[in-house]
């Protein structure tokens, strides 16, 4: 037997070593597997939260629809996981595609079912993480699928990467999927949010017809006025959302508005001292525990800040720069936040008392208290007290006059000083129309420390037979500085005309004893003095019998001129209408423009149920049209 010489003892047919297999698509399907299966336990997770877990109210056929959606989008999801478990292949292809149609299917029926945002519809949190869900079903679905088809050959032949791998790439995947959804359900919820607002800033020519088709909404409601303008409550309806336009009065324009149809309002704007902020408070319409305070610049309507509360903090009564003053319902607490909602301090009145009316000025907190009998209190009887903005320390406590009482229109503040009228009702005769006399007791306090400056005691008009006709206090320049307008075509207002002398003025509807007849008087004092400076009336037929119908009668300008509105009709039915001005001791009749800024005409009735305000060329008269819409006329 011979050999080769050569000792080459290899044939020339033995195989080369093995390669390590391709891990790629093995892996891949790891991922998509694993973030299907992610996403389809997410779509079950966020609906079931989106259905119990949000604070949203289930009412109506849409709650019905959501629960049965929620039950068998759960029944869906754990079947195809648990099917996914057991199987591969075909089978799963089919169960994923067709859960991710249903999932689509789903979802559109929610979006679509999404109303247009306007008065009393809204978007709830609860659809749009319910959108979300179903996206991830669609998503999980379609991955699941797609897991299938990524490697090649029948599951028994499939290569398996190293276990190791597998976990790094699953664990890797679930991560993914779960930052996606915990992070895209509050921008959901945030999406929400904005589909419901509808806020625009100095863009009449653009929403002009939409604030038209929304006039009607606004309903008979009175105006807050600022020194920028009319600000209306738009759709006063119960409940009341948050929504304001802030009209310009020479015009009727709306300068800006500021709409949230999903926030309810829970009581009327609240003007800072400056009365260049505005604040509007309120919980979400679909959930009361979620409430909000949303501070504007009275300006241009632009959000300075969102202060959120879990539940109500109670009833605002105060804001200044940075601070929101809130006062417990039925209780002597109040508090103090700052813009982002939290608590600075908080202090409490002497015992049995309840905010009433606040004023933030000067590094102080000024409050009138309503008080009723205590131990060391035998009788009910109000307080005016000042605390130090910064810790709540009390600075000073006045009490009123145990038999006199203050309403919160007569709680003013003006700079340095509290101005407040003691008033007592004396009646003169019992019944339900007994006459009655109301004596007024002006007194000045010093905001630093509580010094009584001025008073002026024995101030009276005449007897009455109407309640309503208590008598309102105002001021003539309310504010240090009242700052520039804005007009609705975006430009500076000029600024309102002011006297040297700052006035408080009493305005009261009264029966005469020297005359016949119902009259509505004014008194003149100077602010800083307490002097009075005149007395004068004009005649009255019809007697207002609802307080806010004799509170816009009258109004004081910050040139110290005091206009008036009376009826001088003794039939309600047949009214005969005047406006007056009272400048310096002397009445002079003022004619009412025919047609109002939005040249509709004047109805004949327009006082009965009018507000007049103070505007920089005069006087706005904001009246009841015949479509039960407030229209206004102006006077210079």
Known sequence: MSHNASGAGRSSTDAAPPRAPKNGRPLARVFLRAAGITALACWAVLLVWASFGTGATSTGSSGVYMIIGTVGSVLIAAAVIATAAAHTGLRIIIAALATAVFAAAAGWAVYSSMPEAGPGQFITHRAGVAALAYGFGVVGGGLLALS???????????????????????????????????????AM????????????????????????????????????????????????????????????????????????????A????????PQDLVALTGP?????????????????????????????????LALADDRLLFAEDGSALFHVYDFGGNLLWDAEMPPGCEGNAAQVAAGRVALLAKCVPAPDRPVARDYVLAFDLDDGATAWEQEVDKTAEVVPDSFLVSGDTVLIDSRIEHRVTDGPFSARRFEHKLIAYGLEDGAERWHMRDQSFGSTNSSACGGTLHLSQPTAALGEGVAAGGGARADV???????????????????EGSWLGV?????????????????????????EVARGWGTVLPDNRAVLAADQSLDPNRPDCHLYEVAGGDVAEVALPAAGTEGTAVPANWCHDAQISAVATGAAISYVDEDGTRGIAVVS
């Open 284 to 316: 979400r319409a679909d959930d009361r525990g979620d409430f909000q305070v949303r501070v504007l610049r009275a300006r241009d309507g632009e959000e300075v800040a969102t202060a959120g509360f879990d539940g109500s903090p109670g009833t605002l």
């Open 497 to 515: 005309p002011k006297a040297e002398r700052r006035t408080v003025q009493i305005i009261e509807c009264y029966t005469a004893k020297d005359r």
């Open 189 to 264: 919820q945030r999406w929400a949010e904005l589909a419901n607002q509808d806020v625009r800033t100095g863009d009449t020519a653009v929403n002009e017809a939409g604030l038209d088709g929304l006039a009607a909404l606004s309903g008979v409601e009175r105006f807050t006025d600022t020194p920028y303008g009319l600000l209306r409550t738009d759709h006063p309806a119960d409940p009341t959302p948050q929504a304001v336009t802030m009209l310009d009065p020479a015009t009727g324009a709306a300068v800006w508005y500021h709409r949230r149809w999903n926030w309810l």
């Open 266 to 273: 829970s009581q009327p704007p609240v003007l800072s001292h």
């Open 523 to 547: 008194m003149s004092y100077d602010a800083d003095t307490g002097e009075r400076l005149y007395k004068k009336a004009v005649r009255l037929g019809y007697t207002p019998l609802d307080p």
């Open 148 to 186: 299938e088809f990524v490697v090649e050959g029948y599951a028994g032949g499939r290569a398996r990467p190293p276990k190791s791998m597998r976990r790094k790439v699953g664990v890797f995947a679930v991560a993914v999927v779960l930052l996606l959804a915990a992070a895209l359900a509050p």
